[in-house]
């Protein structure tokens, strides 16, 4: 959907090294996720933000962190990447999460060597 | 604990035909289920939204039913096409949590 936009689209990086994953959405949408998906498992909560000033832990958010920047701005970072954080990175927005839909971006794409 | 299983974990069916998934689940309180379809490489894209009164809503061809008695859902296609290759997620939502399947990957041939 390109009203959600993630990038880089595809990265490749080495053990303990420190990289972000951005996401930006023009849906005005206040909820802003980010979810991890590996292969033989549903998709995982990492962190998810309800508003610029709220900030929430996922599922799995042990060793990663966000920095909501603005409205439309939701950054995912990994302090010191290992071998087990290589999946498939999707961030999603929605205006609740009552009835209402989510909203995912293109993914990326995540190798750690 | 709460789960989301569904089956079967893959399906090729010809151009044309019907196919049925299936969605159990173990998530409570319940407040909404929803299913999206995810092409390969791209992010997933909602089909239905469907709460605890709503036994069944269609989106075109596809069509999902729920029985939240049994904690069931299911997703029908009719007719299908080559474009609905793609993985089929369930989720299911106690409230300001979704619980996701890992999906039924479905294959269409000619």
């Known amino acids: 959907d390109a009203d959600v936009t993630q990038t880089p689209r595809n990265r490749i990086t080495k053990t303990g090294k420190r990289i972000m994953l951005e996401c930006s959405q023009t849906k005005g949408h206040d909820r802003m996720y980010w979810y991890r998906q590996d292969p033989g498992l549903g998709l995982r909560l990492i962190y998810y933000?309800?508003?610029?000033?709220?900030?929430n832990k996922g599922e799995i958010s042990d060793g990663y962190s966000v920095s909501r920047q603005a409205q439309a701005k939701f950054s995912l970072s990994l302090e010191s990447a290992i071998p087990n954080q290589t999946a498939l990175y999707f961030c999603a927005t929605s205006e609740t999460t009552g009835r209402e839909t989510q909203y995912f971006g293109p993914g990326t794409r995540l190798l750690v060597l | 604990k709460n789960q989301v299983e569904q089956s079967p974990q893959s399906l090729i069916i010809l151009e044309g035909k019907n196919c049925t998934l299936q969605?159990?689940?173990?998530?409570?309180?319940?407040?909404?289920l929803r299913w999206y379809k995810q092409d390969t490489g791209r992010g997933p894209v909602s089909l239905t939204i469907?709460?605890?009164?709503?036994n069944t809503k269609s989106n075109g061809r596809y069509t999902a039913t729920l029985d939240a008695d049994t904690k069931q859902s299911s997703l029908h296609i009719t007719a299908s096409q080559l474009s609905d290759s793609a993985s089929y997620i369930c989720?299911?939502?106690?409230?300001?949590?979704?619980?996701f399947g890992t999906g039924t990957r479905l294959t269409v041939i000619p």
């Open positions: 969605c159990n689940y173990t998530v409570s309180p319940f407040s909404n």
């Open positions: 933000s309800f508003d610029v000033k709220d900030i």
């Open positions: 469907m709460t605890f009164s709503e």
């Open positions: 989720v299911v939502s106690p409230s300001n949590n979704l619980f």
